[in-house]
């Protein structure tokens, strides 16, 4: 398996409507709706004051809908399936202090005319697009790294890597 870039963009956009515009974008929304033998995990933080919980679920929407309704409950879902063209996964990271990040994840290296290549620039092309679809206030371009739990994290998360972002676009 190939590393990934993983592309974050942290939203106060906890909606429907955008949840839904980003999955429309990037995946075949209808062909990922059955999520059955699925569970959501939120784990237990204390900082929220939040326990750990188990649910199982059978669709995305609902899904989206638990993330929309326990606005403080931390949990990711990944989705590999019925994506749109070079998208590996999308993450959905609905987070401890009522915000949301998209995620999506690109292969890091592609091969072109026998060679490797960066694919730095398709990265930075998915961070444009998550700002617009999402009205993200932060972003940043990670290497096979897990979505933040909160704002806070996420901020600390993007001084991490921001010295590798920084080489990338020298290039």
């Given at each position: ?14 909606d ?9 974008y990037?995946?075949?929304?209808d ?5 059955e ?22 669709t ?5 809908d ?8 931390g949990?990711?879902?990944?989705i ?25 994840s ?9 060679s ?10 998915v ?5 617009e679809?999402?009205?993200a ?7 096979e ?20 972002n920084?080489?990338k676009?020298?290039?």
């Amino acid at each position: 398996m190939p590393p990934y870039y993983d592309i974050y963009g942290l939203s106060k956009q906890r909606d429907k409507v955008t949840v839904e515009k980003f999955l429309d974008y990037f995946s075949y929304r209808d062909k990922i709706e059955n999520r059955e033998e699925q569970e959501i995990f939120v784990y237990k933080n204390e900082q929220y004051d939040v326990e750990e919980t188990w649910t199982s679920i059978r669709t995305l929407t609902e899904v989206i809908d638990y993330g929309l309704i326990h606005r403080n409950y931390g949990f990711a879902f990944y989705i590999g399936d019925y994506l749109k063209k070079e998208v590996s996964h999308i993450i959905l990271k609905f987070t401890f202090d009522e915000k949301i990040i998209f995620g999506i994840s690109i292969e890091e290296k592609l091969l072109k005319n026998g060679s490797l290549i960066d694919n730095y620039d398709k990265a930075f092309e998915v961070e444009k697009l998550i700002i617009e679809l999402t009205n993200a206030t932060k972003t940043s371009i990670q290497v096979e790294y897990a979505p933040s739990d909160d704002e806070d994290e996420f901020d600390d998360d993007i001084e991490l890597w921001k010295n590798m972002n920084e080489e990338k676009r020298k290039k």
